[in-house]
């Protein structure tokens, strides 16, 4: 199972908005409702942002949205701020039923 | 508040078994809302999906380790273990543990709401 591709980085000024993009296949992104977003601040534990393409867990910025269409998947980040500054990481379950994870982007806050 | 720490060796010499133990901690190990995963990060790179456990012992398997991995629970202990065999220096990592909450009905590999801290393995020659 390859790894999903996301733009190695992004970049925005502060209360701008940015959004990451997560490519796979219909075997996964494309075939399921089931992805996921992680934020990772350099030497610190991942964070989940989105799970199930739109939802927000319990104190999670709103600034923080995801959406899907055909095989790719979005994370927006609006309003964006110098905490946001991180890598992220989507995932999504597969039809081989196991997870995969994108290759990782890097938010620079300008 | 729910707590996962990972225990084992930092150091696994190359074609031995690496052996970690996460403890959970601060809840229960055997709902039925939550599998229990482990995750690995090698130095500089990206995140990696091992393989998952219910408290009943099903597992899932990612499909480039399963030949290497073996995922156990221990609910009395309020425990999860991951074996993974033949290690080479490709095995080096930062290797987390963690809750998959389930969001749903559905059954999927659910996402990682709460995790452990993680502890670095190196694989020497």
């Known amino acids: 199972q390859s790894a999903l591709t996301q733009p190695a980085s992004v970049s925005g000024s502060p209360g701008q908005s940015i959004t990451i993009s997560c490519t796979g296949t219909?075997?996964?992104?494309?075939?399921?409702?089931?992805v996921s977003w992680y934020q990772q601040h350099p030497g610190k534990v991942p964070k989940l942002m989105i799970y199930e393409v739109t939802n927000r867990p319990s104190g999670v910025s709103s600034r923080f949205s995801g959406s899907k269409s055909g095989n790719t998947a979005s994370l927006t980040i609006s309003g964006l701020q110098a905490e946001d500054e991180a890598d992220y990481y989507c995932s999504s379950y597969t039809s081989s039923s196991t997870l995969v994870f994108g290759t990782g982007t890097t938010v620079t806050v300008l | 508040q729910l707590q996962l720490q990972e225990s084992g060796p930092g150091l696994v010499k190359s074609s031995e078994t690496l052996s970690l133990t996460c403890t959970v901690s601060?809840?229960?190990?055997?709902?039925?809302?939550?599998?229990w995963g482990w995750i690995r990060q090698p130095p500089g790179k990206g995140l990696e999906w091992i393989g998952s456990i219910y408290y009943t012992g099903s597992t899932y398997y990612s499909t480039s380790l399963k030949s290497r991995v073996t995922i156990s629970v221990d609910t009395s202990k309020k425990q999860f273990s991951l074996k993974l065999t033949s290690v080479t220096a490709a095995d080096t990592a930062v290797y987390y543990c963690?809750?998959?909450?389930?969001?749903?009905?559905?059954?999927?590999?659910?996402?990682?709401?709460?995790w452990g801290q993680g502890t670095t393995v190196t694989v020497s020659s």
């Open positions: 963690a809750r998959q909450r389930a969001y749903s009905s559905n059954l999927y590999i659910y996402p990682m709401d709460v």
């Open positions: 601060g809840g229960s190990i055997s709902s039925s809302s939550y599998y």
């Open positions: 219909s075997s996964d992104v494309g075939g399921y409702n089931y």
